[in-house]
């Protein structure tokens, strides 16, 4: 068969599919349907290969001689003759330390609690770690949408290696921060809560501050910060009166008059 | 704009290195003193005033070359003073020995036994540098000119030779040819992954793109390394002429050398070299007039070990966190401000120009089959001879540490070395005659590293040793990735807690499962290799482990929870010496009786130990 250009043969346990170049071994299983875990990939964001529960057993056989080794699958790149085993004995063994350690930063964390459960990840082999934020398992979601698809600029990555920690700038409220709660929305663990108050949103945990929300011009509802409005100024290509209403109203507003 | 001084051509060049190596002849003598950093430690820069105004005073300036060098070497006898031409080998010199040596050796040609190297083992007195057995058997092909020129001075470069390799590069070879010859030479990187240097220059010049870079990666930090430091600060122009080769070849404009700022010295005789350099034409605009344009910018570093890895670093040029991401994407293809990029470490760029001047047939005769050329190590801890050594690869450890180190002080016995930097492995004495060189290093669970060597005798913990390695490598995790960050800290935990005393059954095989983990899951080299010095003490010194867990015993007396000190009545004098300093009044007894200590009252604080002159105190 001849091979296309750009086209690469792979194959994940025992089965083979065909990926474009540059593709990575996660999204290759995806295409067969066979799963692996993740925690720090989210498709929004580029991966990074941090929180490494998406290991593979990777092998390649070159001169008659067979490498074998464990990498990220968010990150590793599909190549031509690559065997992947998604659920060796070494991958599980693995995969349920990393999720050990894991769940000593996150031991409230509800989803966390049901992967761990998956691989027979225990919590009693270990001491309980008293570093970073409750349910932080530093997987950088948070931090890396709020810099790199909102831009703005409003947490970030503080200290090193076993005290890392997300905080705002100084670890004061972050003036930066539109509200967009676009953190919480990414955070694998629950660790990132928000409350709704009288006049916008708190964050419960991980940060302390508020961010005023304006309220709806038809149903009072605060809804959207000024911050925010103001990042979307021009952006969108609509009038702006239309961000006077709530999501609801909006739609309420529209449906009326389009039919 | 070119300077007046610029060199126009080759030619020029040529003759300046005729110039300034027939200026050494007309030297009558040089005096040779050693500014690198541990002789600085010991008060160099006042014995290099005392020079100079002793010289002044006695009006032979003209004459005698005063010459402020880069570290030569042996550290553990610094200050060094080294007359030429005869090679006078002067240890320990003090501000106050410069009247005398000006007027007896310099001025009439006598030796001044008092400051002479003496050899341990029969205290014969030692004359000569090249005689001491320190210097014998090393093979000092790229540390060699640090004891000769001064750094600050390109015109002692250009006496040695300096710049004729680039010269050859311009006007013999095409860069093809360039990388040819360092593939052909076997040399691979120095600062510890022992990549083949001349692959990763081709996959560098064969990559997409019409900017390139090459780094320097200066970013030495491991606990007791200092030898990319001390060619820094010794011979950066070594290291300048490597680099232009490489952009030569590469196909490279801009050159980076990233270097921590605890470095001080090192970034100041950098900063002088690249602007002298500069100012002959040697980087800039159509160098030696060529069609070859090149520059260096410094870029100083935080100190972060992370920062090591090639791609935390260049991250942290670009003025980002220093976190490592992962290699998939090669830096020769997407490396600085995702150009392609060729990094390599001080020590490899510094070897390029001996290689293209002596040739890679000739390289390629020194070393073993798979590592060629020689290796910078700094050999500290417990050996005799502290300092910076380079040696032929291959070399057995036991030629390292007994010939060249002296062996172990105090006749102590020798207990494992640890090499590679905090990551690298310890070898036990039962592996001292195993050859040195990067796959050797390997398959006994340690690395080449970037050339850190600490020795250790017979009184070091290595289960404590451990935990020192791994709390340095928890603090400089970057933490982005689970296994280090988390891993890592729980190995360190587990090792405290035996230290402590409170080791449980199964902490060994507990360690053994992390580690695993650690060193196949993490992301970067930092993290892969961070548990070497837990594997590796486990492998070869497990007795000790399970000594701490089940006996609750430390063999080595180091463990303060798992020892106790007793005082041997058949050896006390009752001399009331270590009654009198003990701070917590634990031990006991009558003058002229034997001593005893009270243990509740004993913080182990080991005065007693250190005090006795009758070895009457013991650990046990």
Redesign the interface.
Known sequence: MKKESGIIEIEIDGKKTRMPEGSSVLEAAKELGIYIPTLCFHEALPP??????C?VELSIEKNGKKRS??D?SC???VSDGLKVLTNSE?VI??RR??LE??L??APGSESLHKLAEKYGARTD???P?D?GKPDC??C?LCYRVCNEIIGAHAIG?A??????EVITPLNVGSSNCIGCRACEYVCPTGAIKIKETAKGIKFERMFDFEITMIECKSCGRRFVSSQYLKRLNGKSGVSEKIYELCPECRRKKFRVSSY | MKTATAIKNIDELYELNKKYSQRKEKWEKSVAICAGTGCRANKAVSLISAFKEEFKKKNIEENIVLKETGCHGLCEKGPLVVIRPDNIFYQHVKPEDVIQIVDKTILSGEIIESLLYVLPEDKKQIVKEEEIPFYKWQKRLVFGQNGHIDPRSIEDYFGVDGYSALAKVLTEMTPEQVIEEIEKSGLRGRGGGGFPTGRKWRSTRNAEGDIKYVICNADEGDPGAYMDRSLLEGNPHSVIEGMIIGAYAIGANQGYVYVRNEYPLAVENLLVALEKAREYGLLGENILGTDLSFDIKISKGGG?F?CGESTALMLSIEGK?GEP??K?IHTSESGLYERPTNLNNVETWANVPIIINRGADWYRSIGTENSKGTKIFSLVGKVVNTGLVEVPMGITLKQIIFDIGGGIPGGKKFKAVQTGGPSGGCIPSELLDMPVDFDELTRVGSMMGSGGMIVMDEDTCMVDVARYFLSFL??????????C??????LY?ILNRITEGEGKEGDIE?LE??A??VR????CALGKTAPNPVLSTIRYFRDEYEKHITDKKCPAGVCKNLFNFAILEEKCTGCMLCLKRCPQDAIVGERKQPHSIIQEKCIKCGICFDVCRYDAVIKV
């Open positions: 990074q290969g941090s929180c490494r529960v290991i080794w464990l990220a990150v590793y790149p070494k063994r693995q330390l990393i350690l894991l000593l930063r082999r270990f001491e770690l570093k398992i530093l950088g990555s200290y090193r290696g076993v005290e890392k | 972060a992370v966190v991401r992962t998939h928890v603090e400089e995790s970057c933490g982005k990735c689970t296994p960050r988390d891993g890592n800290y729980q935990q507990l499962e992390i695993e983990t196949d899951a993490s992301l």
